[in-house]
């Protein structure tokens, strides 16, 4: 009985081992889309919707904040003078795919699928459905540029 005991207790420490590692921390590629997402502002240049003619934003549109911890906000701003027109509006985000890939804000009920994203520049793929699970649902391109 004792060495069915000790076999169970070895069988148990070489199953815990084999266990992955502990969730709720980012790896090293994680963490870079955080910190490049969440860095800058982001000015929207260009909306592409389907059967409309694409529109390129000269001079005013929305700016984009992403916090690292998960809130946000947006507004429609003269880009010249700063002057905003309305109020912001405030969301909370989150991705919902493991590789960060697609980006889920709450008071727009919008997904973002990251087409590009680097320190400079933000292109998405806008939806009212996640793009990954619903490939058919309507999109539009969105292009924005990182205010310094």
């Not at 076999?7 to 815990?16: K, T």
């Not at 003269?78 to 109020?87: A, C, Q, R």
Request: proline share 4%.
């Amino acid at each position: 009985m004792k060495q069915i005991h000790h076999f169970i207790i070895i069988l148990a420490c070489v199953f815990l081992s084999s266990c992955e590692e502990r969730t709720g921390y980012y790896d090293s590629d994680q963490k870079e889309i955080i910190s490049i997402l969440t860095g800058v502002e982001w000015k929207q240049t260009y909306e592409a919707r389907p059967n409309f003619e694409p529109t390129v934003f000269e001079g005013e549109g929305r700016i984009y904040k992403f916090n690292a911890n998960g809130t946000g906000s947006y507004k429609w701003e003269n880009w010249s003078d700063g002057t905003i027109t309305g109020e912001p509006v405030y969301f909370r985000w989150t991705f919902t795919t493991d590789n960060f890939s697609v980006i889920y804000m709450d008071k727009s009920e919008q997904f973002w699928l990251i087409d590009r994203l680097t320190p400079y520049e933000l292109s998405v793929t806008s939806a009212f459905q996640d793009p990954v699970i619903y490939p058919n649902t309507d999109k539009s391109v969105w292009r924005f540029e990182a205010i310094r």
